[in-house]
């Protein structure tokens, strides 16, 4: 198996406005179309994706670290706006213009904030975590999930306090024992469990906090997320595997309803890890949706 994750050609800071460090990595050639990627919860910018398919395809694949994660530093009290004015900050002063963005896992809402922004030009979300907080998804919340997303929504600080307990080998052991066996396969292959490893270390690198600070506006700090979905202006497809029981209750279903125009796609035979396995036609199709296909 052949799961794309090699390491990153090209690794460095930006300065933004107000002086912060912004981590990046890239891959694929220096010239190519420009595609932003949200890492999953806890990763750094060192855990890429289809790295065949971008020097294929003609990407330049340019993973971010969030605030607080890897080599960015922190901005306390940060909101998934700030995030998306971060993004086009970077945008600006590496010249990428308005550049496509994939979103993976927790990574997805702040990647769906740039797209509500107008920050970038379309969007993957690839087994985007959903919001829970949402009533409709009550019932289907395994008991403790429901509490904590209980305790998100009603002491967001408190909920702040339970994140900042987790580590890296605590969010790894999380992944791996809720993941179907088709997810794990991909999990530990080798090169994706050392990529992986360094990742959730580098994340954490500067302590809890980061992941902290992205899990409570996820789980749904002060009860939702507080994105106007409906402003999306921008193509965007939802990328769930059909084996995946993790990350949104209904695969997307009830997300894809409220962004205008957007395509919802199920892959059978794969969950969570859908990112590693379809890689390709990912990229592919949203270079299709932003008219560069080659």
């Known amino acids: ?109 702040f990647a769906l904030a740039c797209a509500a922004r107008g920050a970038v030009s379309a969007l993957a979300v690839v087994s985007g975590a959903d919001e829970i907080a949402d009533p409709r998804f009550a019932d289907a919340l395994p008991e403790e999930l429901r509490r904590l997303v209980g305790t998100a929504v009603a002491d967001p600080a408190a909920a702040e306090r339970i994140f900042t307990g987790f580590t890296p080998r605590a969010m790894a052991d999380m992944v791996l024992a809720g993941s179907p066996e088709c997810d794990l396969a991909v999990y530990r ?37 507080g994105l106007n979905l409906a402003r999306i202006a921008v193509p965007v497809d939802l990328w769930y595997g059909a084996e995946d029981t993790s990350h949104s209750p209904d695969q997307g279903a009830s997300l894809a309803s409220r962004i205008p125009g957007a395509v ?12 590693w396995t379809h890689a390709e036609e990912i990229l592919g199709t949203l270079l299709e949706r932003i008219g560069t296909a080659r």
């Open 1 to 109: 198996m052949d799961v794309g994750v090699t390491d990153p050609e090209r690794v460095g800071e930006e300065r933004l406005p107000d002086g912060r460090p912004l981590g990046w990595a890239e891959w694929g050639p220096p010239d190519g179309v420009p595609v932003l990627f949200s890492p999953g919860a806890g990763t750094s910018r060192h855990l890429g994706f289809g790295a065949d398919a971008v020097a294929a395809l003609g990407v330049r694949l340019i993973a971010l670290d969030r605030p607080g994660l890897g080599a960015s530093a922190p901005s306390p009290g940060r909101t998934f706006a700030d995030f998306a004015e971060d993004v086009r900050a970077f945008a600006a002063a590496r010249g990428l213009g308005r550049p496509a963005m994939v979103g993976n896992s927790q990574g997805a809402p």
């Open 189 to 225: 292959h080798p090169a994706f469990a050392a990529a992986w490893q360094r990742a959730l270390e580098e994340g954490f690198a500067q302590g809890p906090g980061g992941y902290a600070r992205d899990t409570a506006l996820v789980m749904g700090r002060w009860g939702r997320w």
């Open 264 to 275: 919802r796609r199920t892959v059978p035979g794969i969950g969570g890890a859908v990112l």
